[in-house]
């Protein structure tokens, strides 16, 4: 069964004080690995699809990269409006392009 | 360009009422369409998807079924509702045809509360 687990699952940060996300997977012939964001009450928006390990995709503030067994979202000098829950999710080979999500990481950037 | 319209926004139903959820998607064809359900404090569960008009794959028992009358309109009912089927509703949606990397697309839900 593919397992998606992303730590940690709240972080509060300071304007301008970088850090990361984790996503953790396990997955039977991984074919993309997701990275959305989410605001209260609104549907999630892409961001990333990383496809093999060492891809690494950049937006704006945000970098994501992917290993074999996790990938990361690197957020530099974050601003407010960056807070939001970002969501990692896997498709897993012959799934019908099915995603399997993780719970997320409510991040919140403080001025 | 796609656009992709869930309605109503939010809805608030006694339990054991019926339920009807609509997602239509706009500027493309023939896409696979996704329903999922977001409980306060748990992920994304998906529910139903299908490929094709008529075509509908379940993914969680449940007192819930989806239909696809039309190439780019999914449904979600339900006869009688329970508490558990409280939540946000999202529709998803895959233009294979077109999308290189395949990512799934989100509408802006349906916020569901069952009395």
């Known amino acids: 069964e593919d397992q998606v687990t992303q730590s940690p699952e709240a972080l509060r940060l300071q304007e301008g004080e970088s850090s990361s996300l984790n996503c953790s997977y396990t997955?039977?012939?991984?074919?993309?690995l997701f990275w959305y964001r989410q605001d209260p009450g609104k549907g999630p928006e892409f961001l990333f699809t990383?496809?093999?390990a060492g891809e690494e995709k950049e937006k704006e503030r945000l970098k994501a990269t992917l290993t074999k067994k996790e990938s990361f979202l690197h957020i530099t000098a974050p601003k407010p409006e960056d807070s939001a829950t970002y969501l990692c999710?896997?498709?897993?080979?012959?799934?019908?392009?099915?995603?399997?999500f993780g719970k997320g990481t409510l991040l919140t950037v403080n001025p | 360009s796609q656009t992709i319209h869930q309605w109503p926004a939010t809805l608030v139903q006694p339990v054991g009422s019926p339920l009807s959820l609509e997602c239509t998607v706009e500027g493309t064809s023939n896409p696979n369409l996704y329903w999922y359900r977001q409980a306060a404090g748990r992920g994304l569960q998906l529910l139903f998807y299908?490929?094709?008009?008529?075509?509908i794959s379940s993914e969680v028992p449940q007192n819930l079924s989806a239909s696809r009358p039309q190439d780019r309109q999914f449904i979600l009912s339900s006869k009688k509702l329970l508490l558990s089927d409280s939540g946000f509703y999202l529709c998803a949606w895959i233009q294979l045809a077109a999308a290189a990397y395949n990512e799934q697309f989100f509408g802006p839900g349906t916020r569901l509360t069952v009395l």
């Open positions: 997955v039977s012939g991984l074919r993309g």
């Open positions: 999710a896997v498709r897993a080979g012959g799934s019908n392009y099915k995603l399997t």
């Open positions: 299908s490929v094709g008009i008529g075509q």
């Open positions: 990383l496809y093999s």
